[in-house]
């Protein structure tokens, strides 16, 4: 009688076990995997223009989101913080505007992500981050500005960025790349007294008085687009960034490299918003939605 009750139990612990690996290997199979977004405490203005696109991305691509709001970070604190994000469960990790708060060296900062041992995406407006994967949004800046620059012929430019901005210097940096690879004729922060140029203003702007002295104004990349100085007649185009986008291919592309896809990063999308295009409909869903 005891030998049958100790099969018994054997036979019981047996099953036992089989269904406890078997809930293991469900709860692994459905685990989502997830990302950390790492921001500046300061940063949350900023990053409500892709938090909507980041959060639908998440959902899209099955993965959960661990915000991050993070004071300045020394070299030590910067190493800490990505080597802490595998113990805490995160499988990929996306910087935003690490500028703001990584206030160590150029060279530890790209040493300390090719040690990382998870995928790593930096939305950055600034040359000395541009390490490892990355973007700044401009992919597209030369296929919207080329043929606006050829349609100007011997025209000269003139480039307006406010230079405490980082992003706008960005901004101005590819726009600059792009005249030269035209054989533009340009100038940058000068008096601006000759109204045969086209003035392109790179970000935001407070002074609109230089825009009456230009033959043409094009601002580019604004983070809040004014469209009445389209309709007023002050500003010719608008380039506008897809955040929203910009956001949501953060995340897709996270996640193909957490599954060990070796794929480019598709760029955000930069529209060009006229007069004429501001009110059609398909524009306005694009810009209001």
């Known amino acids: 009688m005891k030998l049958k009750n100790k099969v018994l139990w054997v036979f019981a612990g047996g099953i036992l076990l089989v269904l406890l690996l078997f809930l293991e290997q469900q709860f692994f199979q459905t685990r989502k995997k997830q990302i950390a977004v790492i921001l500046s405490e300061d940063a949350v203005s900023d990053f409500c ?73 930096s939305v950055t407006y600034a040359p000395a981050f541009f390490h490892g994967a990355y973007s700044d949004g401009m992919e597209q800046i030369s296929e919207i500005l080329s043929p606006q620059i050829q349609e100007a012929a011997q025209g000269a430019f003139e480039i307006s960025a406010d230079t405490t901005q980082a992003k706008s210097v960005r901004i101005a940096e590819s726009v600059e790349q792009c005249l030269k690879q035209n054989d533009a004729v340009y100038d940058r922060d000068t008096s601006f007294e000759n109204g045969s140029k086209t003035l392109l203003v790179c970000g935001e702007t407070d002074d609109t008085k230089a825009f009456s002295r230009a033959a043409a104004v094009i601002q580019i990349c604004p983070e809040q687009p004014d469209y009445t100085l389209l309709t007023s007649g002050a500003v010719d185009m608008i380039v506008t960034e897809n955040d929203y986008g910009f956001g949501y291919q953060a995340i897709a592309y996270l996640t193909k490299r957490m599954q060990g896809k070796n794929v480019p990063f598709s760029p955000p999308e930069l529209r060009e918003v006229t007069k004429e295009n501001l009110f059609d409909a398909q524009q306005d869903a694009l810009l209001f939605e």
């Not at 099955?62 to 800490?80: D, Q």
């Not at 080597?83 to 990584?102: I, R």
């Open 49 to 121: 223009a892709f938090q909507e696109g980041i959060y639908d991305g998440a959902e899209d691509c099955a993965v959960s989101l661990r915000i991050i709001h993070t004071p300045e970070l020394s070299e030590n604190a910067w190493a800490e913080l990505l080597s802490a994000q595998k113990k805490q469960g995160c499988d990929g990790v996306l910087l935003f505007c690490p500028e703001q708060y990584y206030t160590g060296s150029e060279k530890f900062y790209a040493e300390i992500l090719e040690q990382c041992k998870l995928p790593v995406f």
